[in-house]
């Protein structure tokens, strides 16, 4: 077995890990560094995926305070105030060195400088943005700076397990899977950074790419990191409807809302005036795309399950200059987004819970740094638009020089080869399963499971059924066959089994979390329990591994910068 | 390293070529057709000075451009070493001498 | 409706020749071809090996080719086709792995060559000051866009027949930092795309162009890096 | 370990015809111009017998004048493809090009059937 001794081992090439393997090489360019990714360095993840833009505060006229209170407001008050302080802070920063260091190119005012555009949930306009695909911009152009740097790429290379010491309190690095060759790599690692993303994949109609399973989030989980609001999962407002092709559920960007896009029913209505008659399309995630949901479950939406979004009336020219991307698109599945309504449905697209980390992105085991999507606690219980490429590079960068400055005063830790035989042999097992359930099939009950029980509306009853139907699947997974004659390199299905296995853990949490708050706050609905509760709810709830099962407990939020009174007054 | 030279002296010829060749095979193709050239014609031509610099330019440049366009053809294919420019650069010294010799004979 | 579809199959570590699979696919409303590359692999044959990520043309992971050309699988629909009868074999002009999945390592290779990362000036200390309509950015704005998805290197004649060609990605990329102002690194680049492999390779075939996800057209690129040379050389160029 | 390369060309564009008879009529006009260079130098040289003789062989012939029509085809094409392609190396014409390729063959047709219509009558 291949065997490689790094300083820090990153897994993840989308924002988070690229700028967590270029901070910790250009803090300290004597350490080795070890990037591992799933796909091929800087095309999997979602971070490419960007299109809407980066929250950022760059005219004077805005104020990080703005930006922090937003972000405190859209999370519904129950995001760690100091992550999220952090990132309105380091946001610039970030900025800055993308158009200084990295090479991005954002698009300009007419004045030179940079544009910044409108996006739900804010108060002043300052979403930078390239074009409506900002994402490839910022991942090209951070792909690009570490081919110059001394930093070893695997890619196609999947992380499977994190590697601990025998008390299981110190990450010592991780077993990775070569998906080319199917053969197994163990890296000893001072430190690794988790930065995978999240596991929205887990539902019928979701936007993020096919590789992001939630892998490093159920890696993190089996070895025992603390985990925080995992009940909260932001559905997008309007992700294309698209039939049964792959390309539905992809997202429309909310800068389409910002611009003054409008949602309607199936009979005309434009239904934002009854849920938030203030801001209408322009409101944050959460209410929107629950409202498209009340509306289509109410029976006025499309025949197809959707609702419609009209860019029309802005005139056809505006919306082709601004949203090239986006009208392409529309096209590919032969509509006209500047000239007619498109049908679109909520879609699950980003997870605000994960890991738990403090402000340098230390998980609760040693060695261990999470950022990105698999870290919870810097959006509460709703994401704003915008907010999501900022955190992972805010966070990546944090976690790349507080992995760096670990890494020097640390020393390696023996990995223990009992543990990983035990992990080589729950993969390898499958290629003895030549009968047993299609993990193709479980994975489209999954998909249908989530969006039914664990969706945009629930209730404990579906929750429970939900979590019954998940342990159970979660010990079928084990038993899925592989075709007979299955190789070990580029094998997909045993992917797939992997993939599903991880997305499986994730699952329950999601669903134990969400039985777990009895209220409806953010993107978590409740309709046993449709009212937001302050008396009881402004907490976070804390989960971990103990034994098989968990152990679950609730905080209350530390308003260390801002307290709910202090918004309301206003 | 003479990639972007010769690159660019490929486009002069070319520019060349196209203004002079189209005057060249009307002349002796087309012109009078069905009419045989005869030695004394090319002889008399010949020792206008301007025929015979258009026509020594025409053999200089339409064998470079013909020589080097083969050469790249065969980088195109990967075909590089020294011993190819060579026999090429040599082929298309002798041909020049050869054709200069022959129609300077009539000045 | 019912695709023909053939696939092309091929496993370095058993097969000395690729082979053609056959399979009868339903086709459903803005089916993609990556749709039926999918549909293909969970329900008809799961050993099918192929690759995609994002799934909506942003990543570039899916190029392959197509009833005769370079296309993303992803943002290729059935019905723009023109015919039920696809035919899907791997992006040409790179190693295969397996199936539909090729090693983009030799293409990326020369992407490395040229240099792709912004090398700032060093009194760079801020967002330069840009108007967008000083045109300054109006040729490489567009070029920005290349997702690096292979297509045109899987087109393009003179990387086929010179395994040393640089290719039209590359050299677009070369272009997009070569006229970017805050680049501090213009001349060594230039030397790197003169050399024989560079810039002179290309004989404006347009197949780059043709193929390009993104409408970009790489030629154009090729035919400014070869002006900036050709003035270099002639001792004209500045910057 | 990877042995097999796919080697798939992309044969439906116009540039990649165009590029390829740009090809095909060069290499055939470098083979030409190396014979004629020779041909024309050696019968001059030799005096008025032999270069009238010669010529009058070859000019007299009508396979040679056939074959002089094809080598005005591919002067012709060769020529004016030529013209695309400096249109190109000046920067202009990169989102015309098919554009350009057909205007410059509807041309080329042109010329061609008035050449045509000079030496057939020669030929029959």
Not at chain 1, 82 to 107: H, Q, S
Not at chain 1, 303 to 313: F, I, R, T, Y
Not at chain 1, 337 to 359: K, N, W, Y
Request: proline share 4%; net charge neutral.
């Amino acid at each position: 077995m291949e065997e490689i001794k790094t300083d820090i081992l990153i897994l993840g090439s989308g924002g988070a890990g690229l700028f967590a393997a270029l901070h910790a090489y250009d803090s300290n360019p004597r350490l080795k560094i070890v990037l591992a990714t799933k796909g091929l360095i800087g095309k999997c993840g979602c971070s490419r995926m960007v299109q809407g833009g980066y929250n950022v505060v760059l005219d004077p006229k805005d104020s990080v305070e703005l930006h922090f209170k937003d972000t405190i407001k859209g999370g519904a008050f129950i995001n760690n105030q100091e992550l999220a302080w952090t990132l309105v802070n380091d946001a610039p920063k970030r900025i800055y060195e993308m158009e200084t260091k990295i090479g991005c190119f954002f698009d300009r005012r007419e004045d030179g400088r940079i544009h910044q555009k409108p996006f739900a949930g804010q108060s002043f306009d300052r979403t930078v943005h390239r074009g409506d695909l900002t994402g490839i911009e910022i991942i090209a152009r951070a792909t690009d700076q570490v081919f110059a740097r001394d930093i070893t790429v695997l890619e196609e290379t999947r992380g499977l397990e994190l590697l601990t010491n025998s008390n299981g309190d110190r990450v010592v690095g991780a077993l990775l899977m070569n998906i080319r060759t199917g053969q197994f790599i163990v890296v000893k690692a001072k430190a690794v950074i988790v930065a995978t993303g999240g596991s929205a994949s887990m539902y019928k109609i979701s936007a993020p790419s096919f590789d992001k399973t939630g892998d490093g989030m159920a890696m993190c989980w089996r070895a025992g990191a603390e985990f925080v609001d995992m009940e909260m999962l932001q559905f997008h407002p309007t992700g294309l409807l698209a039939g049964k092709s792959r390309l539905s559920g992809s997202v429309l960007e909310e800068g389409l809302r910002g611009a003054g896009g409008r949602l309607y029913n199936a009979i005309g209505e434009r239904f934002m005036e009854r849920y938030d008659p203030e801001r209408l399309e322009r409101s944050t995630r959460d209410r929107v795309a629950r409202a498209g949901y009340m509306e289509i479950m109410a029976g006025r939406g499309t025949p197809a399950g959707g609702v419609l979004l009209d860019m029309s009336h802005l005139g056809a020219e505006f919306v082709e200059s601004k949203f090239p991307g986006m009208c392409e698109r529309v096209r590919d599945i032969g509509k006209d987004l500047a000239r007619e309504p498109v049908e679109v449905s909520p879609t699950a697209h980003f997870q605000m819970g994960g890991v738990r980390i403090d402000v340098n992105c230390y998980s609760s085991l040693k060695g261990l740094f999470v950022a990105g999507e698999d870290a919870g606690g810097v959006h509460g219980a709703n994401r704003l638009g915008g907010n999501g490429i900022a955190d992972s590079t805010v966070f990546g960068a944090r976690a790349g020089d507080a992995a760096a400055e670990f890494a020097q005063s640390q020393d390696w830790v023996p990995v223990d080869q009992v543990q990983v035989k035990m992990f080589t042999n729950n993969v390898l097992k499958f290629f003895g399963h030549a009968d047993g359930p299609d993990v193709y099939q479980l994975r489209d009950e999954l998909k249908n499971l989530m969006w039914e029980k664990v969706g945009v509306v629930r209730t404990g009853q579906k929750l429970e059924q939900a979590l019954k139907r998940l342990a159970e699947m979660s010990e079928e997974v084990e038993r899925a066959k592989l075709p007979t004659g299955s190789l070990r390199g580029y094998n997909l299905a045993l992917n797939e089994i992997l993939n599903l296995r991880n997305q499986l853990v994730v699952a329950q949490l999601v669903a134990a979390s969400a039985l777990y708050r009895k209220e409806s706050r953010g993107s978590h609905y409740r309709e046993d329990f449709p009212e937001t509760d302050n008396q009881n709810w402004l907490c976070n709830i804390f989960m971990r591994k103990k034994g098989d099962g968990y152990f679950i407990e609730t905080h209350p939020v530390k308003f260390t910068r801002l307290r709910p009174e202090d918004v309301a007054a206003k | 390293m003479l990639s972007g030279w010769t690159w660019l002296f490929q486009r002069i010829t070319a520019f060349f070529l196209i203004l002079v060749l189209g005057v060249h095979f009307w002349v002796l193709h087309y012109q009078n057709p069905g009419e045989i050239l005869v030695y004394a014609d090319a002889a008399r031509r010949l020792q206008t000075a301007l025929f015979l610099t258009v026509d020594s330019l025409l053999l200089a440049f339409g064998l470079f451009h013909a020589l080097n366009g083969l050469h790249n053809v065969l980088e195109d294919f990967n075909v590089r070493s020294r011993s190819i420019t060579a026999v090429l650069l040599l082929v298309g010294a002798g041909l020049f001498i050869m054709g200069i010799y022959s129609l300077w004979q009539f000045v | 409706m019912t695709l023909n579809v053939k696939v092309f199959r091929f496993n370095p570590e058993t097969d000395k020749v690729p082979r053609f699979d056959t399979f009868k696919i339903e086709e459903f409303p803005n089916m993609a071809v990556l749709d039926v590359v999918m549909n293909i692999q969970n329900y008809h044959d799961p050993t099918l090996a192929y690759r995609c990520s994002c799934r909506i043309g942003m990543c570039g992971s899916c190029a392959m080719y197509i009833n005769g050309r370079p296309r993303l699988a992803c943002r290729t629909q059935v019905s723009s086709l023109g015919t039920k009868d696809i035919t899907i074999m791997p992006l040409p002009n790179l190693p295969i792995i397996r199936d539909l999945a090729v090693d983009m390592e030799p293409f990326f290779e020369k992407y490395k060559k040229i240099k792709p990362y912004l090398i700032p000036k060093q009194d760079l200390k801020e967002p330069v000051i840009c108007k967008p309509d000083s045109g300054e950015r109006e040729l490489i704005d567009y070029m920005l866009e290349c997702i690096t998805c292979g297509a045109c290197y899987g087109a393009c004649t003179m990387v086929a027949t010179d395994p040393h060609y640089l290719g039209p990605a590359a050299l677009t990329r070369a272009y997009c930092l070569i006229a970017d102002k805050r680049d501090a690194a213009t001349r060594e680049r230039l030397v790197i795309v003169e050399q024989s492999e560079g810039v002179w390779r290309c004989h404006t075939q347009f197949n780059c162009a043709e193929v390009c996800p993104k409408k970009i057209v790489p030629t154009q690129a090729i035919q400014q890096l070869k002006k900036r040379c050709v003035f270099k050389r002639l001792g004209l160029f500045r910057g | 370990m990877y042995t097999f390369k796919n080697r798939s060309q992309v044969w439906d564009t116009v540039g990649m015809w165009a590029w390829l008879f740009h090809r095909v009529t060069g290499l055939a006009l470098v083979f030409y111009i190396i014979l004629h260079i020779v041909l024309m130098g050696t019968s001059l040289l030799r005096g008025p017998e032999t270069f009238n003789s010669v010529l009058g062989f070859l000019m007299g012939s009508t396979l040679f004048l056939i074959l002089d029509l094809l080598l005005a085809a591919a002067v012709l094409y060769h020529g004016l493809n030529g013209i695309r392609i400096l249109l190109f190396d000046i920067g202009i014409g990169f989102n015309r090009q098919k554009e350009i390729f057909w205007v410059l063959m509807a041309a080329g047709l042109v010329i061609y059937l008035f050449l045509l219509w000079r030496v057939l009558p020669e030929i029959f």
